[in-house]
């Protein structure tokens, strides 16, 4: 499975995991992308002509993803051309309980058509992350399959942002690491940030096998979620060298034509 974190710290809502795929024999791959940034865009007619090409609202929110990855990979993939495609009146946004009640819907309709063939789709987590636009503040939602009336369905719940969440394996030892480090609050494992060590640390245990691979980690800037690249020693290269994911150092990676990359990173020890 997986270990997804999210919290509140420093005026923004954080969320990281490990990067490490994995079946019933043990590890595939310690590559594997668990947060997405989920745009959502809202168009309004435009006169004269009746098409909806006038932008009123776009934004971002985090989707975090634990369990079956290939289903929260179609489930992401479904949503992205959806959500980037409404159509409003001007000024008519969706809040993120709209957005979580419908990611919820496009889930169990996913399910559903896999049937049989798919048993184990009850091990899909999906966590929604951001800053709603309609209460004005950072929330977050969790949804899960239940069987409803013999159906598997996505239920959708909004999470308590008062202390971290945790969402995956070992969540007890999480949890359980989670306070030492908060209460020790320590230069470089703050208080702030002790989730983010939390799966450091479970990255690190080689007896945890499904956790492993790297930290991915995003967080709200403003009003939106974004994804950001990990910072990290290599030897004989200063200064750290950014990573996206376990495999890709983009220092290295060639120009997009006139441009280059412009992600953010995360620098911590």
């Known amino acids: 499975m997986t270990l997804i974190a999210v919290w509140c710290a420093e005026e923004r809502l954080w969320m990281a995991s490990d990067s490490r795929l994995s079946d019933g024999g043990g590890p595939l791959i310690d590559e594997g992308v668990k947060i997405f940034e ?4 809202c168009r309004a007619s435009t006169a004269p002509s009746g098409f909806f090409a006038d932008v009123y609202f776009a934004t971002s929110f985090g989707l975090g993803c634990a369990g079956h990855s290939l289903i929260y990979h179609q489930i992401h ?6 959500l980037r495609n409404l159509i409003g009146i001007q000024g008519h946004v969706p809040s993120m309980a709209d957005i979580a009640a419908f990611t919820a819907e496009v889930g169990t309709r996913y399910v559903q058509s896999l049937g049989h063939r798919r048993r184990d789709a ?3 987590r999906l966590l929604l992350a951001g800053w709603c636009p309609i ?4 929330a977050a939602y969790e949804m899960r399959p239940r069987v409803v009336d013999a159906l598997m369905r996505f239920t959708v719940s909004q999470l308590d942002l008062s202390t971290p969440h945790f969402v995956g394996d070992h969540c007890d030892r999480a949890r359980e690491l989670h306070d030492g480090i908060a209460a020790a609050d320590l230069p470089g494992a703050s208080r702030d940030r ?6 450091r640390q479970l990255i690190e245990d080689t007896n945890m096998q499904s956790i492993g691979g790297d930290v991915q980690v995003g967080f709200t800037v403003g009003p939106t ?8 020693p290599i030897p004989g290269r200063e200064p750290k060298a950014a990573y996206w994911l376990n495999a890709i150092c983009t220092d290295d990676l060639p120009l997009i034509g006139p441009c280059t990359l412009g992600l953010m990173a995360l620098i911590s020890p």
Do not use: G, K, S, Y
């Open 77 to 82: 993939a479904n949503l992205l051309p959806l």
């Open 194 to 199: 002790a989730p983010l060590n939390v799966i």
């Open 38 to 41: 989920l745009p959502v865009v």
């Open 225 to 232: 979620f974004q994804r950001a690249q990990t910072c990290r």
């Open 135 to 138: 209460t004005e503040t950072l």
């Open 122 to 124: 009850d091990q899909v």
